[in-house]
């Protein structure tokens, strides 16, 4: 499957504050002089300089000099791809109860909101994100404006409004739709509207009242329908299942990703390494809710429902682990007391669950690239985008290195403020 991309929308628009530097433009290149670069491969061997320039990583090797660039030591440290999330919501807040904090906002408030959590998640070492489901299709305008670098942000794999039956999960901020036609005409206004995603309900979820977490919603040939609306377009089709019979019927629909996972049994993992489809089991969501509960604001009704289904996600996520089943990092980012940014948390629920902390990194960058069907972002590559991170400690050794970045760059430029030190700027050495 392949995606757009890179779609340079914005034609012959100026990049605005926050773009990757353009080519040509004076100062925008940048050596990392003497980190460690790491990535799903594993530790790239010596402690090689990386040249950057409009953006992308245009050298690796020893020595390097990029005239008029900025050099930056980053000896003893290490260089890792940005983190991608899977499943994200960024019109929800990450506050005890975030369905209710949408319901009482007007649109401009959730949009507003919506960029600072882009802001904060990009400052956090997550470069790339998927939205699975919000209103109006406000992930999609996002998702441009930070492709023009007009709001600073990961960048934005929108899935527009999510598509459920009528009455179903998200129903009050999706697109009803009811029998294969409905649902591949909302899978078309979707891809109409400039969707890179399609997300599709096939069970009923925690955060909508009525105890229906898990109940079958749309029918295997609804599922096909959209599947084969949005596979002809070349765009990923993620599905929100609860259940055994969810995530079977998503799997016989040919989705690209079971969302959650719950209930998930052998026959589900044998489907899934036939179909090369992925997991993205959001853990951390259900952790938080259990350890947190009630106590902290959330929902009792939601509570009530993680209480009955937690257990068969992490009996799910470990036999998917030990088979070898794709799983690609999400963490319901928006939900109870997750923020879009907090990968790391994700990742390490992985290896507490068995996953190796390499597995953890791919999880979260060449797997969710993958699935995304983006071919230059996720490794610390000769022509790959330069997301990425410069952390203090291996991250091969404890995924908890990733969390607080020492830098984070984004298409090559700073989130922040460079630190010292640096070594040279485009007016010469520095003193
Ligand atoms: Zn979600």
Same mark, same amino acid.
């Given at each position: 499957?392949?995606?757009?991309?890179?779609?340079?929308?914005?034609?012959?628009?100026?990049?605005?504050?926050?773009?990757?530097?353009?080519?040509?433009?004076?100062?925008?290149?940048?050596?990392?002089?003497?980190?460690?670069?790491?990535?799903?491969?594993?530790?790239?061997?010596?402690?090689?300089?990386?040249?950057?320039?409009?953006?992308?990583?245009?050298?690796?090797?020893?020595?390097?000099?990029?005239?008029?660039?900025?050099?930056?030591?980053?000896?003893?440290?290490?260089?890792?791809?940005?983190?991608?999330?899977?499943?994200?919501?960024?019109?929800?807040?990450?506050?005890?109860?975030?369905?209710?904090?949408?319901?009482?906002?007007?649109?401009?408030?959730?949009?507003?909101?919506?960029?600072?959590?882009?802001?904060?998640?990009?400052?956090?070492?997550?470069?790339?994100?998927?939205?699975?489901?919000?209103?109006?299709?406000?992930?999609?305008?996002?998702?441009?404006?930070?492709?023009?670098?007009?709001?600073?942000?990961?960048?934005?794999?929108?899935?527009?409004?999510?598509?459920?039956?009528?009455?179903?999960?998200?129903?009050?901020?999706?697109?009803?739709?009811?029998?294969?036609?409905?649902?591949?005409?909302?899978?078309?206004?979707?891809?109409?509207?400039?969707?890179?995603?399609?997300?599709?309900?096939?069970?009923?979820?925690?955060?909508?009242?009525?105890?229906?977490?898990?109940?079958?919603?749309?029918?295997?040939?609804?599922?096909?329908?959209?599947?084969?609306?949005?596979?002809?377009?070349?765009?990923?089709?993620?599905?929100?299942?609860?259940?055994?019979?969810?995530?079977?019927?998503?799997?016989?629909?040919? +989705?690209?990703? =079971? $969302?959650? !996972? @719950?209930?998930? &049994?052998?026959?589900?993992? /044998?489907?899934?390494?036939?179909?090369?489809? *992925?997991?993205?089991?959001?853990?951390?969501?259900?952790?938080?809710?259990?350890?947190?509960?009630?106590?902290?604001?959330?929902?009792?009704?939601?509570?009530?429902?993680?209480?009955?289904?937690?257990?068969?996600?992490?009996?799910?996520?470990?036999?998917?682990?030990?088979?070898?089943?794709?799983?690609?990092?999400?963490?319901?980012?928006?939900?109870?007391?997750?923020?879009?940014?907090?990968?790391?948390?994700?990742?390490?629920?992985?290896?507490?669950?068995?996953?190796?902390?390499?597995?953890?990194?791919?999880?979260?960058?060449?797997?969710?690239?993958?699935?995304?069907?983006?071919?230059? +972002?996720?490794? =610390? $590559?000769? !022509? @790959?985008?330069? &997301?990425?991170?410069?952390? /203090?400690?291996?991250?091969?050794?404890?995924? *908890?290195?990733?969390?607080?970045?020492?830098?984070?760059?984004?298409?090559?430029?700073?989130?922040?403020?460079?630190?010292?030190?640096?070594?040279?700027?485009?007016?010469?050495?520095?003193?």
């Amino acid at each position: 499957m392949t995606t757009a991309g890179r779609s340079g929308s914005s034609g012959a628009s100026q990049p605005g504050p926050f773009a990757g530097s353009p080519p040509g433009r004076p100062g925008g290149d940048l050596v990392l002089r003497g980190g460690r670069p790491v990535d799903a491969r594993g530790r790239r061997p010596g402690t090689p300089d990386i040249a950057i320039r409009a953006g992308r990583i245009a050298a690796i090797g020893p020595d390097l000099e990029v005239a008029g660039g900025v050099v930056v030591d980053v000896a003893g440290r290490w260089i890792v791809p940005g983190l991608m999330n899977a499943h994200a919501h960024l019109c929800l807040d990450g506050g005890p109860d975030p369905e209710a904090t949408l319901r009482g906002e007007n649109r401009t408030e959730t949009v507003i909101r919506s960029a600072a959590r882009l802001a904060a998640a990009v400052r956090a070492g997550v470069t790339t994100i998927r939205d699975v489901g919000g209103p109006d299709g406000i992930d999609i305008e996002l998702a441009r404006l930070v492709e023009a670098g007009e709001i600073p942000g990961p960048r934005v794999i929108p899935s527009g409004r999510v598509v459920t039956m009528t009455g179903g999960h998200g129903w009050w901020i999706g697109l009803q739709a009811d029998g294969p036609d409905a649902v591949r005409r909302a899978a078309r206004e979707n891809l109409r509207a400039g969707a890179r995603s399609i997300k599709l309900m096939a069970t009923g979820g925690m955060m909508t009242g009525g105890r229906q977490a898990g109940q079958p919603q749309l029918t295997v040939p609804e599922l096909s329908a959209a599947v084969e609306e949005a596979h002809k377009r070349g765009v990923p089709v993620a599905a929100h299942a609860e259940s055994r019979i969810g995530v079977l019927n998503a799997l016989h629909a040919g +989705v690209d990703s =079971v $969302e959650h !996972g @719950h209930g998930g &049994d052998q026959e589900a993992i /044998d489907l899934l390494l036939e179909r090369g489809a *992925a997991l993205v089991p959001t853990i951390l969501s259900d952790r938080r809710i259990i350890d947190h509960g009630v106590a902290a604001g959330i929902p009792e009704f939601v509570v009530e429902q993680c209480h009955a289904l937690h257990e068969s996600l992490v009996v799910f996520l470990e036999a998917a682990i030990a088979a070898g089943v794709r799983i690609a990092a999400g963490n319901d980012g928006g939900a109870p007391l997750v923020s879009i940014g907090e990968m790391v948390g994700e990742l390490e629920l992985y290896v507490e669950h068995g996953m190796s902390a390499q597995a953890a990194l791919a999880s979260a960058t060449t797997v969710t690239a993958e699935l995304f069907g983006l071919d230059d +972002v996720g490794l =610390v $590559e000769l !022509g @790959h985008a330069a &997301d990425l991170l410069i952390v /203090d400690d291996d991250p091969l050794a404890s995924v *908890a290195a990733l969390r607080n970045p020492w830098v984070v760059l984004r298409d090559g430029r700073p989130v922040d403020r460079l630190p010292a030190p640096i070594l040279a700027t485009p007016d010469g050495p520095a003193r």
